[in-house]
């Protein structure tokens, strides 16, 4: 192989920057050029690529978001739309692709796989919902970002005895809303999984006033079956003691710059991206299990979603006393 393209693709996340760089230095390192896609497989079917240098991808790495900026582009979930790809690659002597994203990219990924294009794929999600791997490029960045808000609004809660309702990010997932509710010490966390009821949240929450606690805290992902405005509002009208407040994070959690343990992840996975695709590997997907990375079948990642360890319900409500 001499020639081989990446792209980042789905909703960004912290540390797609950290892996791009990583992908194309080992590429350099193998003496294989990289093609850098712009814009996922909408640039893709636009055949909009260029070669990335060495120098192209210096700066980047402690850069959130992605400098090959993503999409979302309908046509390529067609056989028509993934066959015009296939060509785009071909026009420009691409012989394998990298592809950075959640599971909907890769989900592509395999697509062109079967069509007989090298494929390997690198997880990125801040949701943490990709099957097969311990953890996704931007969890580690989202949650800490997620915490260092957490626990601002825990210093003002305090200062005027308020119950603050935060809402984080997870369509689909609470796994961030979980992980927020434990290391964030909120008194009870709803998910789209585990079905807490309002007056659950209600009643939660006047405990930990009753208590005589200054401040309480509930975290609510946003795939709950209700959103954060028709909480907060039942709440106010529970007259639970604390004053309530909402909090929707909303895109600040994608943003920022990446954790050092992102880095890594990205830097590690990006490498070995590479290297697997020059063994010849395809209809893969890197994944960390356990400290170690190993090629998953992407088939097997992309047909089932990645759920939460139901231990950690057990922590944020034992903990929530
Ligand atoms: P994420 O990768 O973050 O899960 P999406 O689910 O929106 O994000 O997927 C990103 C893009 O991947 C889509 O806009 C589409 O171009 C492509 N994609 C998603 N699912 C498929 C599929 N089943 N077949 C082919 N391409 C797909």
Redesign the pocket.
């Given at each position: 192989m001499k020639r081989v393209a990446v792209m980042t693709?789905?909703?960004d996340a912290p540390g797609m920057n950290a892996a791009v760089r990583a992908v194309v230095r080992a590429g350099l390192d193998k003496n294989v050029e990289v093609y850098g896609i712009r814009q996922?497989?909408?640039g893709l079917l636009a055949g909009d690529m260029a070669l990335l240098t060495s120098r192209e991808v210096s700066g980047i790495l402690q850069r959130g978001g992605t400098v090959l900026q993503t999409?979302?582009?309908?046509?390529?979930?067609t056989p028509q739309?993934?066959r015009k790809g296939q060509r785009r690659l071909n026009e420009n002597a691409i012989e394998g692709v990298i592809v950075i994203?959640?599971?909907?990219?890769?989900?592509?990924a395999?697509?062109l796989h079967e069509l007989g294009v090298p494929v390997v794929g690198i997880p990125a999600?801040i949701d943490n919902d990709i099957w097969g791997t311990d953890t996704s490029i931007g969890v580690d960045t989202a949650l800490n970002t997620i915490l260092d808000a957490v626990d601002r609004l825990r210093d003002t809660a305090t200062s005027h005895n308020r119950a603050f309702v935060v809402e984080v990010m997870g369509r689909d997932c609470g796994y961030l809303a979980v992980m927020a509710g434990i290391l964030g010490g909120a008194e009870i966390v709803v998910t789209p999984e585990n079905g807490v009821t309002m007056n659950e949240i209600a009643s939660s929450l006047e405990d930990a006033y009753i208590r005589g606690k200054t401040h309480a805290i509930a975290v609510l992902a946003e795939g709950a079956p209700y959103q954060g405005p028709e909480l907060a509002r039942f709440l106010e009208q529970k007259h639970i003691g604390f004053e309530i407040r909402l909090t929707i994070l909303g895109h600040t959690q994608r943003g920022g710059s990446p954790t050092a343990f992102d880095r890594l992840l990205a830097t590690r996975m990006g490498v070995y991206a590479v290297e697997l695709l020059l063994s010849g590997e395809s209809g893969v997907m890197v994944a960390r299990v356990g400290r170690e990375q190993v090629p998953m079948p992407l088939k097997d990642c992309t047909s089932r979603t990645r759920q939460i360890t139901p231990e950690y319900f057990d922590l944020a409500r034992i903990l929530s006393r």
């Amino acid at each position: 192989m001499k020639r081989v393209a990446v792209m980042t693709s789905g909703g960004d996340a912290p540390g797609m920057n950290a892996a791009v760089r990583a992908v194309v230095r080992a590429g350099l390192d193998k003496n294989v050029e990289v093609y850098g896609i712009r814009q996922a497989y909408q640039g893709l079917l636009a055949g909009d690529m260029a070669l990335l240098t060495s120098r192209e991808v210096s700066g980047i790495l402690q850069r959130g978001g992605t400098v090959l900026q993503t999409a979302r582009n309908e046509e390529f979930k067609t056989p028509q739309g993934q066959r015009k790809g296939q060509r785009r690659l071909n026009e420009n002597a691409i012989e394998g692709v990298i592809v950075i994203g959640g599971d909907g990219s890769l989900r592509g990924a395999q697509k062109l796989h079967e069509l007989g294009v090298p494929v390997v794929g690198i997880p990125a999600s801040i949701d943490n919902d990709i099957w097969g791997t311990d953890t996704s490029i931007g969890v580690d960045t989202a949650l800490n970002t997620i915490l260092d808000a957490v626990d601002r609004l825990r210093d003002t809660a305090t200062s005027h005895n308020r119950a603050f309702v935060v809402e984080v990010m997870g369509r689909d997932c609470g796994y961030l809303a979980v992980m927020a509710g434990i290391l964030g010490g909120a008194e009870i966390v709803v998910t789209p999984e585990n079905g807490v009821t309002m007056n659950e949240i209600a009643s939660s929450l006047e405990d930990a006033y009753i208590r005589g606690k200054t401040h309480a805290i509930a975290v609510l992902a946003e795939g709950a079956p209700y959103q954060g405005p028709e909480l907060a509002r039942f709440l106010e009208q529970k007259h639970i003691g604390f004053e309530i407040r909402l909090t929707i994070l909303g895109h600040t959690q994608r943003g920022g710059s990446p954790t050092a343990f992102d880095r890594l992840l990205a830097t590690r996975m990006g490498v070995y991206a590479v290297e697997l695709l020059l063994s010849g590997e395809s209809g893969v997907m890197v994944a960390r299990v356990g400290r170690e990375q190993v090629p998953m079948p992407l088939k097997d990642c992309t047909s089932r979603t990645r759920q939460i360890t139901p231990e950690y319900f057990d922590l944020a409500r034992i903990l929530s006393r």
